[in-house]
């Protein structure tokens, strides 16, 4: 029996954008008994991190951003994914950081 083939149908996906920059990452520290967040984005929408609604709320709260929905085929989600992976572990060009002191 051949390999089964995704429908080719669109689903729903989320982006945060800031402005004109999309987020791409962030990490935590703690720095002397504060927590440090570091938000790092992108002006490149195509390098952007793939993320569900309510996560993608979440996120867009904590820094100021807002929501932005796409819709792709299940392969394009992934390829979205993989541009991002590649980015992320490249050397990181055009990256803007903002930190939130809790």
């Known amino acids: 029996m051949g390999g089964s083939k995704l429908p080719n149908r669109e689903y729903p996906y989320y982006l ?3 402005d004109k920059l999309y987020y791409v990452y962030h990490s935590y520290k703690n720095v002397k008994k504060k927590e440090v967040s ?13 993320i569900d609604e309510e996560s ?7 820094c100021g951003g807002h929501t932005v929905m ?5 392969n394009d989600y992934i390829s979205q994914g993989e541009r991002w ?18």
């Open 16 to 18: 945060v954008k800031l």
């Open 56 to 62: 993608a709320k979440q996120l867009a709260d904590k």
């Open 85 to 102: 992976g590649n980015f992320i572990d490249s050397k990181k060009k055009n990256i803007w950081r903002i930190y939130i002191i809790n």
């Open 70 to 74: 796409k819709n792709a085929t299940f």
């Open 38 to 50: 570091s938000y790092e984005f992108t002006n490149d929408e195509s390098l952007a991190f793939p």
